[in-house]
């Protein structure tokens, strides 16, 4: 489990397809308390760290850790998001005592939506994003979602006549700083997670209908 709370920005270093693709992703975690077999959510995808390691270099001791994406984890996700040189939201999985800043999330990304405008509001940026008929239903006003890996709040949702829901996010500085969503630009893919109440509340409706 997580919270869509982001607390590092990891770079893809390399990438090597050989079944799965292995990717070295670098990080400033202390790759020392990151254990074979841990789960760290990356852009909103829950992978397993299959290696690790420190290198030393100009500017110093440099961690790095690497996971294996699957086939359908490559598929299920955001295009593009894979390849070498691409920043990746990072969040270590959440431990009995954390404080849940964000909301609870699974880290398995639902479907992709694509950032349909971004526009400065003062000193923050309102970024709408379409969400596809699959989660459409799922979107709601003043409701979480997850985008890339955080965890924000919806404020506004307008149905469209194809079945897509649009919602708009206020990302505020500091969510800018932090995350990769000071990279949002009009027509980038971004992976959504539903919110897991939701998720569940569809699925009852599914079996009673």
């Given amino acids: 489990m997580?919270?869509?709370i982001i607390t590092d920005i990891g770079t893809i270093r390399s990438r090597e397809d050989r079944g799965d693709a292995r990717l070295v992703i670098d990080t400033a975690y202390d790759v020392g308390?990151?254990?074979?077999g841990a789960s760290i959510a990356c852009s909103g995808a829950c992978l397993t760290v299959v290696e690790k390691g420190v290198d030393e270099g100009s500017n110093g001791p440099a961690g790095w850790f690497a996971i294996d994406a699957s086939a359908e984890t490559i598929a299920r996700t955001a295009p593009g998001m894979w390849d070498a040189g691409r920043r990746l939201n990072?969040?270590?999985a959440l431990k009995i005592g954390d404080e849940l800043g964000g909301h609870i999330v699974?880290?398995?990304v639902d479907d992709i939506g694509r950032i349909v405008s971004v526009e400065p509001i003062g000193d923050s940026v309102t970024v709408t994003i379409a969400a596809p008929?699959?989660?459409a239903a799922h979107i709601a006003s003043k409701g979480s979602v997850t985008v890339d890996g955080v965890s924000l709040t919806v404020n506004e949702v307008i149905d469209q006549p194809n079945g897509e829901a649009h919602f708009t996010l206020n990302i505020i500085p500091h969510?800018?700083?932090m995350t990769t969503l000071d990279e949002a630009a009009a027509d980038r893919p971004?992976?959504?997670e539903i919110d897991i109440l939701a998720r569940y509340l569809a699925r009852m409706q599914q079996v009673r209908g």
Avoid: K, P
Avoid at 33 to 36: A, E, S, V
């Fill in 33 to 36: 308390t990151i254990d074979i």
């Fill in 175 to 177: 969510t800018q700083a």
């Fill in 190 to 192: 971004v992976n959504l």
């Fill in 106 to 108: 699974t880290g398995h």
């Fill in 133 to 135: 008929a699959s989660l």
């Fill in 90 to 92: 990072l969040e270590r």
């Fill in 2 to 4: 997580f919270t869509g």
